[in-house]
């Protein structure tokens, strides 16, 4: 998909792929950590012949998964991957008892078959039920794996080993016929959605208006199921069955956590599920084979756990960080204050002042005076800077004029608005106050009858005008 | 736009429609007819099928025996002259796509509803955000609206379809009276057009003044016509079934609304 079509990509897609890079960079370091360097280089260089036979599939795997895992999310449906992955199993079992080889074909076809069989099923109890989609889908899910282990412990000793791998998955099994599977069915999907996206999008936030609009809500419904029955029957032989539903729905949920529209989750989560391709067939690769499901699914969850911590929307650390450093920010505007007041009450007679009339401390004056507000003078004394002249001036008009516009325009009483104006006095922009001032009819004084210093005022300015 | 001469079929008609749900029946047998350039309200208590029978109209819900038509045919042939205004509690609010995504939802009927929205549909969609007075919101995030602006939002979506009958449900719930003032003005400027308004509306005491015809449903039809004939204490007592206690005091309401219009 191209960034030019979807509005207002612009700075954030920057931001995206920022996060996305450090995110994998991290999991390649502690993957390189885990095994020796040179197998890392082994990897990165194509060398081997299994990795180059993998990668292409699976990569295209996590794309499908990604996409159409961030619709099911979207419509609520995420129990759908689970459904589907448990129960291609008869399907499995049935192909090879119906061939007795494990001819691929034959075991893609069955579970095919058991993969739609259970999403009608599942449809035709809501349907006809009071049952919601979880219960539903939980019965049509254990139901049908539990007829796949029976069906299983059915067949001949011999031929059970093979089996395994279509519920572990093995990326190494992957072969040229199984990767154009792959192929086509994430083609398939991308054209799809990439035709379909609007009616999708309404088909997921509002599917009774998208209805009496006119939109062909069954047959969205259907061609999803199918895409997504599909993707998961393709993906079988690479990730197993059982791990699939995680490959689905994790991309999607960590994309959801970066952004609130969804053509850009979508995106994103097409890249996240295909970063975790590449991370989890590194790791099968190192791991000496080490089964696929298991390892592209820790990988994605390692991306989820990563995102939940970084995400710039709902990540922890990003809120932490902006709390303290906004934090301080109002402590560094409150000591400006503190010595405004103190210089007002001399009528602006001389810039110095001392730590204990402001009830400052000398921390805080270092950390003024690296940022170029305060100077040291002779005896310990202190001194505003032109520019922390005009900083103090700012916040304490942005107070003052608050404190007013509550008064005035909001109907507060006068004693009740100091603590709201000590919020806002750090929150104001520059167009909020010039829309204040316009409101207000740029006045001169607040409630208390204090002057509300002006925009470039500096304290010879100041000191003219104070009586 | 349509005129509303004798010859035009009602804007919207149905005949003798039945709904169940789960084979208990809903509503059964209702007649209705609206006429063009009419602002129709549906009133009745709740679990009355108001719902219901907006629901059967646009087709999401089978109809048993019976038919709907809109301008005289059935709702296929004209479904981009029809928009629809669900109740607001219909959605998740917490979907991800902002105000002005719900909107483009409405630009261009169906065809809109696969391609990408041209600077046309979005000239369009800003218009309808303007109309009610929503276009400072429409980069917002639709989680951060409060109920009001959410109905808001929905409308919008349908004026955006510049649809001939618009069907609404509940559009005042939720809505400061200064703003439900503003819609029914704004709804007014439709009728004038020529457009058909059908809204179901839960408050009596001003169902007089916003609508000219009225449908009184309990399951049944009670009665539907102007309001001047239907809004009565007789009939309200009988949609109600005696649980209004205010019935006296509607019912000279609707005698002042009838004065007023000069009947
Ligand atoms: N999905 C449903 N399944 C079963 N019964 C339903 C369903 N929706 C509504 N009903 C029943 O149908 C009847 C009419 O419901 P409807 O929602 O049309 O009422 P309403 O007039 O819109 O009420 P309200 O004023 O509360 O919105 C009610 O008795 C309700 O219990
Ligand atoms: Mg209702």
């Not at chain 1, 349907?127 to 796949?148: M, Y």
């Not at chain 2, 796509?97 to 630009?107: A, E, F, Q, R, Y």
């Not at chain 2, 917002?140 to 602006?149: A, H, N, P, V």
């Not at chain 2, 649980?243 to 509607?250: G, N």
Request: hydrophobic share 50%; aromatic share 8%.
């Amino acid at each position: 998909m191209g960034w030019r079509v979807l509005p207002g990509g612009g700075m954030s897609v920057w931001r995206w792929v920022g996060w996305l890079v450090g995110l994998m960079g991290v999991m390649v370091l502690s993957g390189c950590g885990v095994v020796s360097g040179e197998r890392a280089v082994d990897f990165v260089m194509l060398r081997d012949g299994h990795v180059r036979a993998a990668l292409p599939g699976v990569v295209l795997l996590g794309l499908n998964c990604g996409l159409l895992g961030t619709l099911l999310i979207a419509r609520r449906l995420t129990m759908l991957g689970d459904t589907l992955s448990h129960a291609v199993l008869p399907g499995i079992a049935a192909g090879f008892l119906w061939t007795m080889t494990k001819h691929p074909g034959a075991l893609l076809i069955g579970a095919l078959v058991t993969g739609v069989l259970s999403s009608l099923v599942t449809g035709w109890i809501l349907g006809s039920t009071r049952l919601k989609a979880d219960a539903a889908q939980s019965v049509v899910l254990t139901v049908f794996f539990a007829a796949g282990i029976v069906m299983i412990k059915l067949l001949p000793d011999g031929s059970k080993a093979g089996l395994d791998r279509f519920l572990y998955g093995q990326a190494a099994a992957l072969d040229a016929g199984e990767t154009v599977l792959l192929a086509v069915a994430a083609a398939l999907s991308v054209v799809v959605i990439w035709w379909g996206y609007r009616g999708f999008l309404v088909l997921a936030f509002d599917p009774g208006y998208g209805r009496a609009a006119g939109l062909p809500v069954k047959g969205l419904h259907l061609l999803q199921m199918f895409l997504t029955t599909l993707a998961v029957v393709v993906s079988m032989q690479a990730v197993g069955v059982i791990l699939v539903a995680g490959l689905l729905v994790i991309p999607g949920a960590t994309a959801w956590l970066f952004s609130a529209r969804l053509h850009r989750v979508l995106v994103l989560a097409a890249l996240l599920g295909m970063a975790a391709a590449v991370m989890g067939t590194f790791l099968s690769f190192a791991g000496d084979g080490m089964a696929m499901g298991p390892t592209l699914v820790l990988c994605a969850g390692v991306m989820f756990g990563g995102a939940f911590l970084l995400s710039p929307r709902y990540g922890m650390a990003r809120r932490m960080v902006s709390v303290m450093r906004h934090g301080r920010r109002v402590r560094r505007e409150d000591g400006l204050k503190a010595v405004y007041r103190v210089l007002e009450g001399r009528g602006f007679s001389g810039a110095g002042f001392g730590l204990e009339e402001c009830g400052q401390s000398e921390g805080m004056m270092r950390s003024l005076e690296r940022r170029g507000m305060v100077r040291a003078v002779a005896a310990g004394g202190w001194e505003l800077t032109e520019s922390g002249f005009g900083e103090a001036a700012r916040v304490v008009r942005n107070h003052r004029l608050w404190e007013l516009y509550l008064t005035r325009r909001a109907g507060f009483a006068e004693d009740h608005v100091h603590d709201a104006a000590e919020e806002m006095e750090h929150l104001l922009a520059e167009e909020n106050i010039e829309h204040l001032m316009g409101v207000l009819g740029h006045p001169e004084r607040d409630p208390h009858g204090r002057r509300i210093p002006r925009s470039g005022d500096t304290i010879e300015t100041s000191a003219a005008r104070h009586e | 736009m349509e005129t509303n001469s004798d010859r035009e079929p009602p804007a919207f008609e149905c005949h003798d429609v039945s709904v169940s749900y789960d084979r208990k029946p809903v509503l059964y047998g209702i007649d209705v007819s609206v006429p063009g350039g009419s602002l129709c309200g549906i009133v009745g208590p709740n679990g009355a099928g108001k719902s219901t029978l907006i629901k059967a109209a646009m087709g999401l819900l089978p109809v048993e025996g019976g038919w709907v038509r809109m301008f005289g045919r059935p709702l296929d042939e004209v479904r981009p002259r029809v928009a629809y205004v669900p109740q607001r509690t219909s959605v998740d609010w917490d979907f991800p796509v902002n105000v002005m995504d719900v909107v483009l939802m409405g630009c261009g009927g169906k065809a809109g509803l696969w391609r990408r929205p041209t600077a046309a549909d979005r000239e369009l969609a800003r218009e309808s955000l303007e109309m009610v007075q929503m276009l400072p919101y429409a980069d917002r995030q639709i989680s951060q609206l409060s109920g009001g602006q959410q109905q808001r939002v929905f409308l919008a979506r349908a004026l955006a379809q510049r649809a001939d009958l618009y069907f609404m449900d509940e559009p005042f719930t939720g809505v400061d009276a200064a703003t439900e003032r503003a819609i029914v003005t704004l709804l007014e400027g439709l009728r004038a057009k020529g457009g058909t308004i059908v809204a179901v509306h839960h408050d009596l005491t001003t169902a007089p003044e916003y609508f000219d015809r009225v449908i009184l449903l309990n399951m049944r039809l009670v009665a539907a016509g102007p309001v001047e004939e239907v809004f009565t204490a007789e009939l309200l007592q009988k949609t109600y079934g005696g649980r209004l206690t205010v019935l006296s005091e509607l019912a000279l309401r609707a005698q002042e609304a009838r004065a007023r219009r000069g009947v």
